[in-house]
């Protein structure tokens, strides 16, 4: 039987995708020649490629001034990355510190530049976000930076701030496609496709053609956003066996209704585990109820010993990765797009069951 799969990255593919690959993976359209054998500078890679780089402008809406490619690294390189080309001497970058991802980003842009950390709960522990409509770009930024859904500390941003002629950047690492996104309004959006597009790999770069003209110089091949431009993303090889698999989670999104058909499925599940979780003094979140993540529903339990077991039963029942990120404790229901919705209902089930239990 398959199980219920709330592990929070890798994670849940839809299971017609996965029997897609497994009718394809020998044999790719009768072509005599598997997706994960061709050469990449070859007819059969590249025209999947572009339906896949089009399916996603289309779903995404994406703007014709902007460059659509996949890189590797992960979404960590990008950490790298952004600073290393946007990150101009004499200038600072803005970032909202607001859990483990835009931390990490944060500290390795301090290494290549000066940093400023326009937002840093550290002392509510990373609970909350700041208020999109307080934020203001400092003076000449080189960019404002922040991550959209936190996926371990499950805080979501719900509205982004208006930066003006300072460019915005996003990690969506963990929220892309759960909903429409005005595209326009970021000059970079990010995200490692593990968690909502497909398999680990690949990390989706989405980028205003016009940042390259602001960008340092003298950067080396691989770093360097412009070489990935002109390559349309094919400079190196590209994580091939991950983009077919998110080419064919695309295809799934746009049959199940889009960006919208994803916010309506996120809004029914995260909210029947939300409301086990408001009505019980069992059950609590730590998170600000104005930003609390559809993605990532974090929750605890009075005590550490009941989450271990909750933990442990649940795994019984079929029921995997519920256990929080190691850095914070409690539990986590990672409830991405491809989750069905059985398996949350199956979820919160338990969750009744076992406060009635323990409670
Ligand atoms: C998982 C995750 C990352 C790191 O992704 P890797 O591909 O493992 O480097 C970065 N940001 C967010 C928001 C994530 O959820």
Redesign the pocket.
């Known amino acids: 039987m398959k199980k219920k799969n709330f592990f929070a ?1 890798p994670s849940v593919l839809p299971v017609e995708v996965l029997e897609e690959i497994k009718a394809q993976i020998v044999d790719y359209n009768g072509q005599g020649l598997s997706m994960i054998e061709a050469s990449h500078r070859g007819g059969m890679f590249e025209e999947m490629y572009d339906e896949c780089l089009l399916t996603l402008r289309r779903l995404m809406g994406i703007p014709e001034d902007y460059d659509v490619y996949f890189l590797g690294g ?3 390189l990008q950490f790298t990355m952004i600073p290393m080309n946007f990150l101009l001497p004499g200038s600072v970058a803005d970032y909202a510190k607001t859990g483990s ?1 835009a931390n990490k980003a944060a500290s390795d842009a301090s290494k290549i530049g000066k940093v400023n950390a326009f937002f840093d709960d550290k002392e509510g522990n990373y609970t909350t976000l700041p208020d999109p409509k307080s934020v203001k770009p400092s003076e000449g930024a080189s960019y404002l930076y922040l ?1 959209s ?3 371990i500390g499950g805080i979501e941003w719900q509205d982004f701030p208006e930066t003006g002629d300072v460019p915005l950047i996003a ?1 969506m ?2 929220d892309i496609l759960s909903r429409p996104v005005d595209v326009s309004k970021f000059s970079m959006i990010y995200a ?1 496709v ?2 909502n597009l497909g398999p ?1 790999g690949a ?1 989706l770069i989405i980028m205003k053609r016009s940042m390259l003209d602001r960008r340092n110089e003298n950067l080396t091949a691989y770093m360097d956003y412009g070489l990935h431009s002109k390559n349309k993303g094919l400079y190196n090889t590209p994580p091939v066996f991950s983009i077919w698999a998110v080419k064919l989670v695309l295809d799934w999104v746009e049959k199940n209704g889009g960006a919208e058909g994803m916010l309506k499925r996120a809004k029914e599940k995260s909210s029947l585990i939300y409301s086990v979780i408001d009505s019980s003094d069992f059950y609590r979140s730590p998170v600000d109820k104005r930003y609390r993540s559809r993605m990532n529903v974090v929750f605890r339990l009075p005590s550490e010993e009941l989450e271990k077991k909750f933990v442990e039963e649940s795994g019984k029942e079929g029921m995997l990765g519920l256990k929080g990120h190691r850095s914070v404790g409690g539990l986590r229901a990672s409830l991405y797009n491809a989750l069905p919705y059985d398996d949350v209902v199956a979820l919160r089930d338990f969750m009744i069951e076992f406060e009635r239990k323990n409670g």
């Open positions: 990255g992960g979404a960590t991802w991550c859904n936190e996926t990690d690492s963990s490692g593990q968690k680990a990390t």
